[in-house]
């Protein structure tokens, strides 16, 4: 889009395609809910599978048309939206609770993995081979569109009554997900922690561009730019090589104890990142990052999934999706203040983002205990 449009248009239009999501995000959990994981996932896989097409054709040697490239994209935007909650909660009923935590594994390897390669094979192919790149993902549209429509079975019952199938009722459900206050205290508490993550590609990225002068890695020079590149690269290494041996290992311990080390780790390197500038220091620091947020990922998505009930967990998933947006909008607001404070007051106010994550954590677990406490009390 920015090379199409130009810096400015094409972060206005980003910004609305953000907006699209949300709003996907929001529907599809009540769709879900209502009608099925199954039919949600397969209507949105198979528009997203026609944005496809017509982006390859839009971007073929024989004409491209980038207006509605754009438009495309935002078709696929709102079909990823639609996608996500349902799969998310159609994997939820499919496993079980002693299940998750090793199956959320697998996930965050996988999502790591296929964005490795996804992001070397587009930044080989995006220049020269465009309309090669744009069909090969209609292909695996299309491939996982037939595994979706043909072997993949729907989870959800939908709730009848005398005979006649319920539907959400929008209003009441969303009512019923903010008055749990264990729900909205987990997706808060996820909202400051991912905003940390962000910080690397917002206030950090643009400190090393201003601070950080030439630097030699492996013989080459890179400036503060090449270093984010680095240590994102690192990032993703250390994931993919590593995830499935660390969550065994850690497997052995308790969950609360691991959590508690993962968000250390995590607000501890982000401290540091936002501080200092020495290469050696920043590629030990970004190891340590890695490793925590290895140990939080399973952990974190497999308490998220037992918090929804059964007859909401899209609406409730959707939801939870918007910590994300939260996060960028926190990282925003750091990269706003970085303009006018030193980098020292920066670094305070991460601190202090550490100790809302915990509090937010540790109150949030606090009430799943007082409520299985009073369940328990009432059963007997």
């Avoid at 974190?300 to 918090?307: H, P, V």
């Amino acid at each position: 889009m920015t090379i199409y449009f130009g810096i400015k248009q094409a972060s206005f239009l980003l910004m609305v395609n953000v907006v699209i999501g949300i709003v996907a995000k929001l529907l599809s959990g009540l769709l879900a809910d209502s009608y099925g994981r199954k039919k949600v996932m397969v209507a949105a896989q198979g528009i997203s599978l026609l944005a496809y097409a017509v982006m390859t054709a839009c971007n073929s040697p024989w004409f491209s048309i980038p207006q509605l490239t754009y438009c495309m994209l935002l078709v696929h935007t709102f079909c990823f939206g639609m996608f996500g909650p349902a799969n998310s909660a159609m994997l939820i009923d499919v496993t079980t609770k002693q299940e998750r935590k090793q199956v959320f594994s697998y996930i965050f390897w996988a999502n790591s993995m296929s964005f490795a390669v996804g992001s070397l094979l587009g930044g080989l192919l995006f220049h020269k081979y465009l309309f090669w790149l744009f069909l090969s993902l209609s292909f695996g549209a299309l491939l996982v569109f037939v595994i979706i429509a043909l072997f993949i079975e729907e989870s959800y019952q939908i709730i009848e009554k005398n005979g006649v199938k319920e539907h959400v009722n929008w209003w009441t459900r969303y009512r019923e997900l903010l008055s749990d206050r264990i729900f909205i205290g987990f997706v808060l508490a996820c909202t400051f922690l991912t905003s940390l993550d962000f910080q690397l590609t917002n206030y950090i990225a643009l400190r090393f561009e201003r601070v950080v002068d030439q630097q030699s890695f492996f013989g080459a020079e890179i400036d503060g730019t090449g270093i984010v590149g680095v240590l994102l690269s690192e990032n993703t290494l250390i994931v993919v090589l590593s995830t499935l041996v660390v969550s065994r290992y850690f497997s052995k311990f308790k969950d609360k104890h691991v959590m508690l080390v993962g968000v250390l780790l995590v607000t501890l390197g982000f401290t540091v990142l936002s501080y200092t500038t020495n290469l050696t220091l920043l590629l030990l620091i970004m190891a340590i990052i890695s490793l925590g947020e290895i140990l939080i990922v399973p952990i974190r998505r497999s308490y998220m999934a037992s918090i929804p009930p059964a007859h909401a967990r899209s609406t409730y998933m959707a939801f939870h999706t918007l910590h994300f947006n939260g996060a960028q909008l926190i990282a925003y607001l750091f990269l706003l203040m970085s303009s006018i404070l030193p980098s020292e007051v920066i670094t305070i106010f991460i601190l202090f983002l550490r100790q809302v994550c915990l509090a937010f954590f540790y109150l949030n677990r606090l009430s799943l205990k007082l409520k299985k406490v009073h369940l328990l009390l009432f059963i007997r």
